[in-house]
T-cell receptor, first 112, second 111 residues
């Protein structure tokens, strides 16, 4: 089974800090993504990527940027964290042929 | 843009009772997927339905895709405590292989 790892399970940051969330898959999948999960709102797509150095905006990209320098790694960056970015962040990969998605364990980010 | 809605948002049932969650899309879908997220866990793929009117079963779980391919349901017969979690439906977005998720239905089962 392909594994997806995220850099932290829990993270506490202060308003205005720059925050890096990392996601690594241990296979060669092209499609990777970042969602945030909030109660009652389900999973909302922030950014996704089809390949190295490629990125596409999802539904809520404001306040976020991403980086994909290597195929296995997709990073989410909060340039200046704000309290409304307190959330659960889920990353993973999608299979091209079947388009099912596989998720990492998630990072629960709290911005104080 | 495309919207995927689920009802109910929460459901409490007694162990042994049945449970159903409903999913509706604002657009016709080429397929629909269902995921389960256990408390403290991450979403895990359960199944994909592709054909109009399709019905698939996984043990006590029955999944249906509507004739118009805009709605779907998940029915659990005789719930068990192991069924606890949040169930999400998801449909493909217009572009690429990404998905739009519904808001989820959180199932709680009283033993």
């Amino acid at each position: 089974d392909v594994k997806v790892t995220q850099s932290s399970r829990y993270l506490v940051k202060r308003t205005g800090e720059k925050v890096f969330l990392e996601c690594v898959q241990d296979m060669d999948h092209e499609n990777m993504f970042w969602y945030r999960q909030d109660p009652g709102l389900g999973l909302r797509l922030i950014y996704f990527s089809y390949d190295v150095k490629m990125k596409e905006k999802g539904d809520i990209p404001e306040g976020y940027s991403v980086s994909r320098e290597k195929k296995e790694r997709f990073s989410l960056i909060l340039e200046s964290a704000s309290t409304n970015q307190t959330s659960m962040y889920l990353c993973g990969y999608g299979r091209v042929s079947y388009n099912e998605q596989f998720f990492g364990p998630g990072t629960r980010l709290t911005v104080l | 843009g495309q919207q995927v809605m689920q009802i109910p948002q929460y459901q409490h049932v007694q162990e042994g009772e049945d449970f159903t969650t409903y999913c509706n899309s604002s657009t016709t879908l080429s397929n629909i997927q269902w995921y389960k997220q256990r408390p403290g866990g991450h979403p895990v793929f359960l199944i994909q339905l592709v054909k109009s009117g399709e019905v698939k079963k996984q043990k006590r779980l029955t999944f249906q895709f509507g004739e118009a391919k805009k709605n779907s349901s998940l029915h659990i017969t005789a719930t068990q405590t192991t069924d606890v979690g949040t169930y999400f439906c998801a449909g493909p977005r217009n572009a690429g292989n990404m998905l739009t998720f519904g808001g989820g239905t959180r199932l709680m089962v009283k033993p």
